[in-house]
């Protein structure tokens, strides 16, 4: 499984030709008390770069952006009753969404973990 980062702070941990997406622990934390998730439907296709969904704090709305492109197959329905399943964890149950990769190739413009921290060590 490879996992890497954006620069808008989701992370995608891909396996074969799926990814799962989420937002970082370092988004979660900034954002504050989640409390409303939405995502956008299964069967939607959507580019790199490309708005996915909402995510609203008790602080503020912050858009999440896809970090490949490809077809939403799953949508972590959960977050509609808990969306503070994020701040607990953000990296794993809190996960958003999953798409399957129409460019693979994609997966190279992402940051490495090493490389996000860094980011985030300087933001």
């Keep these: 499984m490879i996992v890497k980062f954006t620069k808008t702070h989701e992370w995608i941990a891909v396996d074969d030709d799926e990814g799962v997406v989420g937002i970082t622990e370092y988004a979660q934390k900034e954002l ?3 409390v409303y998730v939405e995502m956008r439907e299964i069967g939607e296709t959507v580019e790199k ?8 704090s008790v602080k503020a709305a912050s858009d999440v952006y896809a970090p490949v492109s490809g077809e939403i197959v799953e949508v972590n329905e959960e977050l509609e009753e808990d969306p503070e399943m994020i ?7 809190g996960w958003l969404l999953k798409i399957r990769l129409s460019n693979p190739d994609e997966l190279e413009e992402l940051l490495s973990e090493e490389e996000y921290e860094k980011l985030t060590e300087e933001g």
């Design 87 to 93: 701040n607990r964890d953000a990296m794993g149950d």
């Design 49 to 56: 770069g490309e708005e996915i969904g909402v995510i609203e």
């Design 32 to 34: 504050g008390e989640i």
